[in-house]
């Protein structure tokens, strides 16, 4: 039998907060149905936030919003060890944008599962 393959989801997040939006909490589901039918997945979450605030702010909060996502599942029952998380700030923006711009598609977190 073959391994399933890889999936990539995002999740996004309300301006200045580790808050889902709407939609993201129920994407949440889908998300956690598909790491819980693999055995042994290996999850990666990456934060990511848009170019409003301090890049220290911006690095900070999008690890906060990595981890929020990572303690989501925890509490869900997906074992700690198999979940990888970081934060990359607002230095990989999928809309680029110029400094202290509200982009809502950059406030998200990459869910990588394999």
Do not use: C
Not at 72 to 92: L, S
């Amino acid at each position: 039998a073959q391994p399933l393959r890889p999936v990539s989801f995002m999740l996004y997040f309300l301006e200045g907060a580790d808050e889902y939006t709407v939609e993201s909490k129920a994407a949440f589901e889908k998300i956690f149905y598909e790491i819980a039918r693999r055995q042994a997945a290996e999850i990666a979450v990456i934060g990511h936030t848009d170019t409003v605030g301090r890049v220290e702010y911006n690095d900070t909060l999008s690890l906060r919003r990595a981890e929020r996502v990572r303690n989501d599942f925890v509490g869900r029952g997906i074992p700690t060890y198999a979940i990888n998380v970081a934060g990359r700030g607002e230095r990989e923006l999928i809309v680029p944008t110029a400094d202290d711009v509200n982009e809502p598609r950059n406030r998200r977190v990459e869910i990588n599962i394999r």
